[in-house]
């Protein structure tokens, strides 16, 4: 069974940074894309950023171009989101998600971090 479990949110003011961790476990991820996700208060989720586990390849929503980026750790099976330059937008749940057919498109949700950027 796949499961996904975040870990690294917290408070943060505007112009910090943060890491968040996504654990991935449940089954081999070297053929998968692996995504972080977000969902602000009273809006729909969006897409933030995705890379292929076993590629250099990523995609950046344009808002976070820049101040984000994704890694992943093959042996700890962990992949990363460093934040930089954190904006009061920025806050919201995050969430770690692992799917097979894109970028965009995700099978395996994790419960989410929340992320708090203060002004």
């Known amino acids: 069974q796949v499961q996904l479990v975040e870990s690294g949110g917290g408070l943060v003011q505007a112009g910090g940074s943060l890491r968040l961790s996504c654990a991935a476990s449940?089954?081999?991820?070297?053929?998968?894309?692996m995504g972080w996700f977000r969902q602000a208060p009273e809006k729909e989720r969006e897409f933030v950023v995705s890379m292929r586990w076993s590629a250099v390849s990523t995609r950046y929503a344009d808002s976070v171009k820049g101040r984000f980026t994704i890694s992943r750790d093959n042996a700890k099976r962990t992949v990363y989101l460093q934040m930089n330059s954190l904006k009061p937008e920025d806050t919201g749940v995050y969430y770690c998600?692992?799917?097979?057919?894109?970028?965009?498109?995700?099978?395996?949700w994790g419960k989410g971090t929340l992320v708090t950027v203060s002004s």
């Open positions: 998600a692992a799917g097979e057919k894109s970028f965009y498109d995700m099978d395996y």
């Open positions: 449940g089954r081999s991820f070297s053929t998968y894309y």
